[in-house]
């Protein structure tokens, strides 16, 4: 089992930036990949970043590739998310998610790919 817990969101207006972390204890030491994902009330949960944790390769969806960045940092077991020149259609709850096993790359892309989910934590941007 793998426990997660998000924190770093909160309000920022258009053009600023925030910095989202997610801690993950349990069987971390088996961990493939970790993502984020983000959801708003009413649509599908959407996939926004993945890092495979052994060799750093990431994947963005095209709307925040350059404006966000996704790293790990292996002495926390944890994985953070930088997201800068934030627009407001980037207003969502923001979930944290892993898988333990092998997932190719398309499949990391979707909510199927990952088995364990933070409870998620809630970014606002202002026009």
């Known amino acids: 089992q793998v426990q997660l817990a998000e924190s770093g969101g909160g309000l920022v207006q258009a053009g600023g930036s925030l910095r989202l972390s997610c801690a993950a204890s349990g069987r971390t030491l088996s961990t493939y990949a970790m993502a984020w994902f983000r959801q708003v009330p009413g649509k599908e949960r959407e996939f926004v970043a993945s890092?495979?944790?052994?060799?750093?390769?990431?994947y963005y969806v095209v709307s925040v590739k350059v404006r966000f960045t996704i790293s790990r940092d292996n002495a926390k077991n944890a994985v953070v998310l930088q997201m800068d020149n934030l627009k407001p259609e980037d207003t969502a709850v923001y979930l944290c998610?892993?898988?333990?096993?092998?997932?190719?790359?398309?499949?990391?892309?979707?909510?199927?790919?990952?088995?364990?989910w933070g409870r998620g934590t809630q970014v606002t941007v202002s026009s």
């Open positions: 890092i495979i944790w052994s060799d750093g390769y990431t």
């Open positions: 998610a892993a898988v333990l096993q092998q997932r190719s790359s398309t499949w990391l892309r979707t909510t199927s790919g990952y088995d364990y």
